[in-house]
Structure formats: structure tokens, C-alpha cells
């Protein structure tokens, strides 16, 4: 089977010649194998970092399930903004500093946060007086030579020709995660009463991109309906009352129209996994991270509802996959085999963004461990 035969054939509930495997090496293992300073990526689009994504999966032969790499955007989407410019305000051999900033009645304003670009890392925002800079740049300097790609669905198409049978291109939809702060936490508890109003909001909203990716010439072979971090600044009852409502709508009409579903959600999951399986038909969900990054038994987890939903895990990303060895990592990848590959729907991965640093070999330990010990 080729890696795409292979993901929809469990999806689809069926058996496939062997265990997928995915590692979730995100952006920060892609951006390293381009060999370039990080903010060639992650400033200049150069390359779009979907693109160092499918690169990367298809050195290592993963079983690519792309979940929402790949940045879809409709021109009606578009908010209304005043114009926002971008200026470097430092640079040295470590790291690109930028600013925005925009004119309000013929004055210059500056935003509060600054966007520090590092040369082997992900950017950060931070005040810029943390860094030693001052809150209004006293230099500054536009920032050009950011490339740019089609993001709409002429994008999608090349993006999806490009990652060809190496896998399934999804597309986010809705999402899981309506308060991600604190002052979102306090937003939430302010106002009991728009509540109601909010979730009805994010279906109306979610429902109107859904019926636009619908209608594109080139589908997405699966939706995204997660996020990062869904119990973490919100409680179950916060989740179910704002952000589940959409997402359950979306999971609904997916399913009618044969397009199966995701979730990702790092960090605390297991009850995420038991509403998801009991009360809609998602399609799968990762990365079901172990303590003390999240709270999942792999094991339990199929045992439960294993029959019910595809699940996507979970080996340790840094115990594991970044300090262990190449032997570790296969013992690791055999132990998740036994625990959640009986009778299929389960795809052999990682939690949440594998380190930068994490060894080439214990990448390919990984696929090759599916390859052989998976095999049904």
C-alpha cells in the first residue's frame, strides 16, 4: 500500500498492510533539514513551512495525515484591519527582531509585543523592553524579500499535488479552543449571559467555511475540528458550552458527506477522547500525550473506545524520542503496537512536537518498526 492507501484505509475502519506511522515533527524538525537560519521559514516563507513539512515527511516516509499544515484562506475571510506594516527593529547573527506597526490619524503607532526571530528556533512574542529594546524603536527598517504563495484553493491544489500519495491533506474548520488566556478565562466568567451567543457565533461562522471548502474544485481528503491546549485554559464545562457545539455541527455534515474528521489536542485529552468517541463520529484524535504532558493510557484509551474512533499516539517526545536511542524508540513504538493496533484504527505516532534536536535515527527506528513489527 502506498502511505495514502494505507491512512484511508483506516480511516475508513479497514485494515491496512501495516501500522501507519506519523511522527508529529511539527515545524521544528522540517525548518532543521532545510539546513537554513529558522526565520528564512518562519519570517520569509522561504520555503512556506507546509512545504519543508511534506519534504520532511517524505524523506522519512511517514504516513502523512497533514492536519491543517497547509494554510486555507478565502478572500470573504479576510478581517478588516487598518493597514499594518512590519519593520526589523534588531538584528544580530542570533536573531530578526520585528515590530508592527500602523498609522492612526497620521501618527505612528507601535504594537505592545515584538516578534523575536531566531536562527534555530520558533519565533516568540515578547514586550520588547524583556529583550532590551524600547517600547518605540529608535531605528527601524522595513522588512522585504518575504515571499508569498497562493493560500487559496488554487494553493491547496498544488500543496495537495505535491504531497501526492504520500498522504491526506486536511484543512482546519472549526476548533475545539475558545479561550486560550486568561483574560479569555475572565472574559468567560464576565459574561454568562452571551455564552449562548457565542457558540451559536462559532457554528455560523465554521458552517459558512465549510460549505466554502465544500465547493472548492479540489477537496481536502479530511477537516481539522481541534486545537492546541483544548483543556488547558478551558474546563470541560467552558469547552461543551463555547466551542463543541460548531465542532460537534461540523463533525455532523462531515460525516454526511463522507469526509472524515480530526482533532488535535495536546496536553490533557482522555475525557476529550470519551465525548468525542460516545457523543459524535470524529474519525480520529491525537497525540493522547502520557504524564505529565497530558493524561492518557494508550492502552485503556483502545480499550474503550478502540472500536469506535481512530487514535493517534503516543510515544514520549522527549523521554522517548529526543533523549532515548534508536533501540528505545522501537521498544517505545512495539509497546504502543501491542496496545492500540488490534483490529486496526490506530496510527503509531508521537505527542506533541517532537524537539528540534530529536535524532534522525530514532525518526527512521520509528517507521521501521511499523513497517515490520506492524505488519497484520
Known amino acids: 500500500m502506498t502511505p495514502r492507501e494505507r491512512l484511508q484505509a483506516v480511516l475508513g475502519g479497514q485494515i491496512p498492510?501495516?501500522?501507519?506511522?506519523?511522527?508529529?515533527?511539527?515545524?521544528?524538525?522540517?525548518?532543521?533539514?532545510?539546513?537554513?537560519?529558522?526565520?528564512?521559514?518562519?519570517?520569509?516563507?522561504?520555503?512556506?513551512?507546509?512545504?519543508?513539512?511534506?519534504?520532511?515527511?517524505?524523506?522519512?516516509?511517514?504516513?502523512?495525515?497533514?492536519?491543517?499544515?497547509?494554510?486555507?484562506?478565502?478572500?470573504?475571510?479576510?478581517?478588516?484591519?487598518?493597514?499594518?506594516?512590519?519593520?526589523?527593529?534588531?538584528?544580530?547573527?542570533?536573531?530578526?527582531?520585528?515590530?508592527?506597526?500602523?498609522?492612526?490619524?497620521?501618527?505612528?503607532?507601535?504594537?505592545?509585543?515584538?516578534?523575536?526571530?531566531?536562527?534555530?528556533?520558533?519565533?516568540?512574542?515578547?514586550?520588547?523592553?524583556?529583550?532590551?529594546?524600547?517600547?518605540?524603536?529608535?531605528?527601524?527598517?522595513?522588512?522585504?524579500?518575504?515571499?508569498?504563495?497562493?493560500?487559496g484553493p488554487e494553493g491547496f491544489r498544488r500543496a495537495k499535488a505535491l504531497l501526492g500519495d504520500q498522504g491526506l491533506l486536511g484543512v482546519f474548520v472549526a476548533g475545539t479552543v475558545a479561550f486560550g488566556d486568561e483574560r479569555d478565562v475572565y472574559r468567560y466568567y464576565d459574561n454568562p449571559d452571551k455564552h449562548a451567543q457565542w457558540a451559536a457565533e462559532r457554528i455560523e461562522a465554521a458552517e459558512r467555511r465549510y460549505d466554502r471548502i465544500l465547493a472548492m474544485?479540489?477537496?481536502?481528503?479530511?477537516?481539522?475540528?481541534?486545537?492546541?491546549?483544548?483543556?488547558?485554559?478551558?474546563?470541560?464545562?467552558?469547552?461543551?458550552?463555547?466551542?463543541?457545539?460548531?465542532?460537534?455541527?461540523?463533525?455532523?455534515?462531515?460525516?454526511?458527506?463522507?469526509?472524515?474528521?480530526?482533532?488535535?489536542?495536546?496536553?490533557?485529552?482522555?475525557?476529550?477522547?470519551?465525548?468525542?468517541?460516545?457523543?459524535?463520529?470524529?474519525?480520529?484524535?491525537d497525540p493522547l500525550e502520557t504524564p505529565p504532558m497530558g493524561d492518557c493510557d494508550l492502552g485503556e484509551l483502545k480499550r474503550r473506545f478502540g472500536e469506535r474512533i481512530v487514535l493517534k499516539g503516543n510515544l514520549h517526545t522527549t523521554d522517548v524520542m529526543l533523549r532515548g536511542s534508536a533501540a528505545d524508540v522501537a521498544a517505545a513504538s512495539r509497546g504502543a503496537i501491542d496496545d492500540a493496533a488490534a483490529g486496526g484504527r490506530f496510527i503509531l505516532s508521537t505527542g506533541d512536537q517532537c524537539g528540534r534536536d530529536t535524532p534522525d535515527e530514532n525518526l527512521h527506528a520509528m517507521v521501521e518498526t511499523a513497517r515490520t513489527y506492524g505488519r497484520y
Request: charged content about 25%; hydrophobic content about 40%; overall charge neutral.
Open 17 to 151: 498492510d501495516c501500522v501507519p506511522v506519523m511522527p508529529d515533527t511539527s515545524n521544528m524538525i522540517p525548518a532543521r533539514r532545510t539546513g537554513k537560519p529558522f526565520w528564512d521559514l518562519y519570517l520569509y516563507n522561504d520555503p512556506p513551512l507546509w512545504q519543508a513539512f511534506i519534504a520532511c515527511a517524505k524523506h522519512f516516509d511517514f504516513d502523512v495525515l497533514m492536519d491543517g499544515y497547509f494554510p486555507l484562506r478565502f478572500d470573504e475571510e479576510a478581517p478588516r484591519r487598518p493597514a499594518v506594516e512590519r519593520f526589523i527593529v534588531h538584528r544580530d547573527q542570533r536573531r530578526i527582531v520585528v515590530q508592527d506597526s500602523w498609522r492612526d490619524a497620521g501618527r505612528r503607532r507601535w504594537a505592545e509585543h515584538v516578534t523575536v526571530y531566531r536562527v534555530a528556533d520558533p519565533p516568540a512574542p515578547v514586550r520588547p523592553e524583556q529583550i532590551g529594546l524600547p517600547t518605540v524603536p529608535r531605528r527601524f527598517e522595513p522588512v522585504e524579500g518575504v515571499r508569498t504563495f497562493e493560500t
Open 217 to 285: 474544485p479540489v477537496r481536502p481528503d479530511f477537516l481539522c475540528v481541534g486545537g492546541s491546549g483544548t483543556l488547558i485554559f478551558q474546563t470541560v464545562e467552558m469547552f461543551r458550552k463555547v466551542a463543541f457545539p460548531a465542532v460537534r455541527r461540523i463533525i455532523e455534515r462531515a460525516t454526511a458527506d463522507g469526509l472524515p474528521t480530526h482533532v488535535h489536542s495536546c496536553g490533557p485529552e482522555a475525557e476529550l477522547v470519551r465525548i468525542f468517541a460516545e457523543e459524535t463520529t470524529l474519525t480520529v484524535i
